[in-house]
């Protein structure tokens, strides 16, 4: 399967009002954003995970990181409620499943394979700190190496935003909204601009909580090998 997988290309997905999805796990939904393969993929999703669901235990050869959207995440590493931020290196091993329900915004295949570095964030206990000559924003730091730059941002209500994208940028809205152009963003919207882009958000009334990746290096996507 191939699901906008043109990198110089941007893409917008409502995923709000997409239908759900089922995956081979009975109970667990998802909605695609990007894909390149099959069951094993390169892949961008927002995952659902009805109570009491549960995947087997499995490897991720190619990594996986996830933010939790709602409700509780539960594997052997702990319960990791909304706001949780998990990279789950290549080679890392797990049981995901949900006791009560959860949903997730999730990254496969998208790790440098020699990247070993496990990350546990509960961002909800983080304070935003004031981004520096970017007025209206405050930002929560998650996690930066030389591929990438991922953080959790406030932007201030009604405020004018200009985003500078050399390598390219993802956006996820987590709550709030903001327009792009004609185009607006709401809850569990999802934004990825190319390289080379420049453009300007414009903030709603009620402002906007987001989660940010932007690529220091330009994006190689290919499909996993197995």
Not at 4 to 33: E, T
Not at 102 to 110: A, G, S, T
């Amino acid at each position: 399967m191939e699901l906008n997988n043109n990198f110089d290309q941007r893409v917008a997905i409502h995923s709000a009002s997409q239908a759900w999805l089922a995956s081979p796990i009975p109970g667990v939904d998802r909605r695609m954003l990007d894909r390149i393969g099959e069951e094993v993929a390169r892949a961008t999703s927002i995952v659902r995970y009805a109570p009491q669901s549960q995947f087997s235990p499995h490897v991720h050869t190619g990594g996986e990181e996830f933010l939790v959207l709602e409700g509780v995440f539960q594997d052997e590493h702990g319960d990791f409620h909304a706001g949780s931020y998990i990279r789950n290196p290549p080679e890392s091993s797990h049981t995901p499943g949900s006791e009560k329900g959860c949903v997730i915004f999730v990254k496969l295949w998208q790790f440098d394979l020699a990247d070993r570095t496990e990350v546990r964030i509960d961002s909800a206990a983080m304070l935003y700190s004031p981004a520096v000559d970017r007025p209206g924003i405050g930002i929560k730091e998650l996690f930066q190496d030389s591929r990438e730059r991922v953080s959790l941002e406030h932007w201030d209500a009604k405020a004018d935003i200009s985003l500078n994208s050399p390598h390219g940028m993802e956006i996820l809205v987590i709550d709030g909204t903001f327009s792009e152009g004609d185009e607006e963003f709401s809850t569990q919207s999802w934004l990825r601009l190319p390289q080379a882009t420049q453009t300007k958000i414009c903030v709603g009334k009620e402002g906007a909580r987001v989660w940010v990746k932007e690529h220091l290096a330009a994006v190689v996507a290919k499909a996993p090998q197995s």
